[in-house]
């Protein structure tokens, strides 16, 4: 379940592993691996993101009626004319559903790259949508992002490691790593406080390419934002995702504001 197509990176501090964004160019997406179809209807407030010409890149999440929480690395060197948020499709194939543009994009001003924390970004579309939103993870959270809790993963991404993109939205679910867990798998890439990570030590279960941007739930929650990793479900290798609680002020601030 990532994005499009790569942003590719030295991970390590030796360089000996590469890291994609769950993201890439506006041309080819890829969803959740491991995972199993799900419809719309049963989680109203998933979106996606589109081009002008209609491609899938990235996914996000409603999180009030005019507003969109999303990966920044998604929308950071995008104009507001360029992109649409689609919500209430289940198969990108369909017409089912609204197609809105967007009346602005704020980034978060810590944001440099996916790698480097505050990897998350608020859409302003330019209609409110009469749909159900989800409530964003704050300060007070804590319990949501426990070792071993139960999360949930949605994107419409591959569904393999350099596998084709799904037409139907995926869902997934993955374990809450500890940090020390993720730090151990990612070195000084990992910013504990700042990023989460979710998966299976033995893998099959991840989010892939074209699914950045998207949300990762628990406890009906939006506790994170589908960001980076090395491949997709490999052993060893969990999904990386933007810690929402992390930025919470930012965020409550950005979905409560008019611009």
Same mark, same amino acid.
């Given at each position: 379940?990532? /994005?499009?197509?790569? +942003? #590719? $990176?030295?991970?390590?501090? /030796? ?6 964004? &769950?993201?890439?160019? +506006?041309?080819?997406? %890829? ?14 407030? =998933?979106?996606? +993101?589109?081009? &002008? ?29 360029? =992109? ?21 994009? #704020? $980034?978060?001003?810590? *944001? ?36 071993? %809790?139960?999360?949930?993963? +949605?994107? #419409? ?28 798998? *990612? ?9 989460? @990570?979710?998966? *299976? ?26 960001? #980076?990793?090395?491949? @997709?479900? %490999? ?6 995702? $933007?810690?929402?609680?992390? *930025?919470?002020?930012? /965020? ?5 504001? &008019?611009?």
């Amino acid at each position: 379940m990532l /994005l499009a197509a790569l +942003l #590719w $990176t030295a991970l390590t501090p /030796l360089g000996t592993a590469v890291g994609e964004a &769950r993201f890439g160019s +506006l041309a080819a997406e %890829r969803p959740v691996v491991g995972g199993e179809p799900a419809r719309v209807a049963d989680h109203p407030w =998933v979106v996606y +993101l589109t081009d &002008r010409r209609g491609e899938q890149f990235c996914g996000g999440t409603l999180a009030a009626p005019d507003k969109v929480v999303t990966a920044a690395h998604c929308v950071a060197e995008q104009r507001p004319a360029d =992109v649409r948020v689609v919500a209430g499709r289940t198969d990108k194939n369909s017409g089912a559903g609204t197609v809105t543009e967007l009346a602005g994009i #704020w $980034t978060h001003p810590d *944001y440099g790259s996916a790698y480097g924390g505050a990897d998350v970004a608020v859409l302003t579309l330019r209609s409110s949508l009469s749909r159900p939103t989800l409530v964003l993870a704050d300060e007070q959270d804590d319990q949501l992002y426990r070792p071993g %809790r139960t999360a949930t993963v +949605l994107g #419409w991404g591959a569904t393999s490691e350099g596998g084709v993109p799904a037409d139907v939205l995926r869902r997934a679910e993955v374990p809450i790593r500890a940090d020390s867990e993720c730090s151990a798998a *990612y070195g000084g890439d990992f910013v504990p406080g700042a990023m989460v @990570c979710a998966g *299976y030590p033995e893998g099959g279960v991840d989010s892939c390419q074209g699914d950045s941007g998207g949300p990762l739930t628990t406890g009906g929650k939006l506790v994170g934002v589908v960001s #980076w990793g090395i491949g @997709c479900a %490999r052993p060893g290798n969990p999904g990386v995702y $933007t810690e929402v609680a992390a *930025y919470a002020d930012s /965020l409550r601030a950005r979905v409560g504001s &008019r611009g």
